[in-house]
């Protein structure tokens, strides 16, 4: 006879041992391509991606770097679009392309019996595109849709004007694009983009899956020669000042919004500060988790929105620091009003020890699952490989949580959430 569950009563706890964590083994193609190996898969299967320099950082022209990584697989000297599909779908593989703020990236999905057939087209795919001036048209025509349909959005608005407030109209992060922009863009562009940052001297490789040394080989084989990229073809540097508004309140009026859209917060500093580990349990507690406060206030509590969140974000040249959340009209002014409240209770006043114990539980938790698989195992090295970081990072990240304290999450909250310093920007009506 089977045992009947108690569901009264929780399952016994226990805290996490050390976390170890699988690393890459990195070694250099034959023209110098660091290839870093993730090799801890059970299928046979595999995933290879290709990371260059190529993000909007270093875009002179809007829409440069998002349409030239979209457009690598539109055709080649030697295939037309439908046959570079063709050649991977016929393996059952899967080409995606990624553009974002620094880098870009393509990446193959594939069983390692194809590998062989899928990496020739890959190959021609990442050395040899042609950039079709209709199938540009046709990308620029979709974009443009879309882009006028998000403007309609208090959502997009709010996230895109909040760019420029907090690092200015010039720096390079900073979202400008106008309708104007898709007239603008020509097949030149992409053409001069992909020549300055598509070479092996700006890439980076990581596999991962069921690795075996056939495949490094068959990697080699077709990205390991000298003639990948143009000689001599140096990048302009790019740089930028940060130039926050010194406005801190604004508003956006939009008379057929049904909700509006909030965002407060600020520039701060990406993952290589040393108070980058301590300020993520200090987001945790405010709004990073689905019990945090501000989910607990604004949602459970006073029922003023479907969520709310904050968020840290990393880039390599700066970071930021946002809350952000849609709510009615009518409640806009104490939304923002209960906001700032939690904000002033984390300078004012200690994070209770059951609290912290649960939001270090939920972070040590969610970082093991975060590493858990070859391929999340790769997106937890890219992580620290673009910054430049040693294995140590996530050591000093799981330390920092078990140990940090409430005191110092009150000193961090004193130093960084200063209302005064917060931008806020609301999108639609405020009643």
């Not at 041992?17 to 595999?46: C, F, H, M, Y």
């Not at 309708?179 to 940052?197: I, P, T, W």
């Not at 508004?245 to 049904?258: G, L, P, Y």
Request: proline share 3%.
């Amino acid at each position: 006879m089977s045992q009947v569950l108690d569901r009264k009563t929780a399952p016994e706890s226990h805290a996490l041992e050390k976390i170890l964590i699988a690393q890459a083994k990195t070694l250099k193609l034959d023209n110098g391509i660091p290839l870093s190996i993730i090799n801890a898969g059970t299928q046979d299967l595999v995933k290879i991606e290709f990371i260059f320099n190529a993000g909007v950082w270093y875009q002179p022209v809007s829409l440069q770097a998002s349409c030239t990584g979209s457009m690598l697989d539109e055709g080649t000297k030697t295939r037309k679009a439908a046959e570079i599909a063709d050649g991977i779908d016929y393996y059952g593989a899967y080409l995606e392309q990624e553009v974002d703020q620094d880098w870009a990236y393509i990446t193959l999905y594939t069983l390692n019996k194809h590998l062989a057939s899928v990496l020739p087209v890959l190959e021609d795919v990442l050395k040899n595109p042609v950039f079709p001036e209709n199938e540009l048209n046709i990308l620029l025509q979709n974009k443009r849709q879309t882009f006028l349909v998000d403007n309609e959005k208090v959502a997009h608005i709010a996230r895109t004007r909040f760019s420029a407030l907090i690092f200015g109209n010039e720096f390079p992060y900073t979202y400008r694009l106008k309708v104007e922009d898709f007239e603008l863009l020509k097949r030149d562009h992409l053409v001069d983009f992909f020549n300055a940052y598509y070479k092996s001297d700006q890439c980076k490789v990581v596999v991962s899956g069921k690795v075996d040394d056939s495949a490094v080989k068959l990697i080699n084989k077709h990205f390991g020669g000298n003639d990948w990229g143009i000689k001599n073809h140096k990048p302009d540097i790019v740089s930028g000042n940060i130039r926050s508004d010194a406005n801190n309140k604004h508003f956006i009026m939009r008379d057929d919004a049904v909700q509006s859209a909030i965002r407060i917060g600020r520039i701060l500093f990406n993952k290589l500060h040393p108070d980058y580990h301590a300020i993520k349990v200090l987001n945790t507690v405010l709004g990073g988790y689905f019990g945090s406060r501000l989910m607990a206030n604004i949602r459970e509590e006073k029922g003023y929105t479907y969520g709310i969140g904050s968020r840290i974000i990393s880039l390599r040249n700066a970071g930021y620091f946002f809350i952000s959340t849609e709510v009615g009209a009518d409640v806009c002014k104490p939304a923002i009003k209960e906001i700032y409240s939690e904000i002033k209770r984390l300078c004012d006043e200690l994070v209770p020890d059951d609290e912290l114990a649960l939001v270090k539980s939920y972070m040590l938790g969610d970082f093991v699952r975060s590493v858990d698989g070859p391929f999340a195992l790769a997106e937890k090295f890219k992580k620290i490989m673009l910054y430049n970081l040693g294995y140590d990072y996530y050591d000093t990240f799981v330390d920092t949580i078990r140990n940090v304290t409430s005191q110092q999450l009150r000193d961090l909250a004193g130093k960084y959430l200063i209302e005064n310093q917060l931008h806020e920007l609301v999108v639609g009506k405020m009643q």
